[in-house]
Nanobody, 124 residues
Framework: QVQLVESGGGLVQAGGSPRLSCAVS????????MVWFRQAPGKEREFVSAIQWNGITHYADSVKGRFTMSGDNAKNTVYLQMNSLKAEDTAVYYC??????????????????WGQGTQVTVSS
């Protein structure tokens, strides 16, 4: 059973640069497609970024150029480096994983494993 644990959220000032982590256990990390989704208050959950099992990354237009997703196979962990945060980045950020075929765009129902979410609140 794959388990995901996010960390790194919190209250951040606008323009700040926090880094979220998602630690993976119980699976073959190098076989997984990993995705970050987020859900802002009153809004639907949306795609943020993804890293395919082969290291190829993808980003939502809203975060492209500001966020960077990476993976560390030795630590079974993916990271989301968030730069130049804006108020509209305030959301609960969820890490998700799946070992199936990669599809674009990533759809929530294709991801079987989810973390508990970590809140990121951007203050202006």
């Amino acid at each position: 059973q794959v388990q995901l644990v996010e960390s790194g959220g919190g209250l951040v000032q606008a323009g700040g640069s926090p880094r979220l982590s998602c630690a993976v256990s119980g699976g073959i990390f190098s076989n997984l497609n990993m995705v970050w989704f987020r859900q802002a208050p009153g809004k639907e959950r949306e795609f943020v970024s993804a890293i395919q099992w082969n290291g190829i990354t993808h980003y939502a237009d809203s975060v492209k150029g500001r966020f960077t997703m990476s993976g560390d196979n030795a630590k079974n962990t993916v990271y989301l480096q968030m730069n130049s945060l804006k108020a509209e980045d305030t959301a609960v950020y969820y890490c998700a994983a799946d070992g199936g075929h990669w599809h674009w765009p990533p759809r929530e129902n294709e991801y079987n494993y989810w973390g508990q979410g970590t809140q990121v609140t951007v203050s202006s």
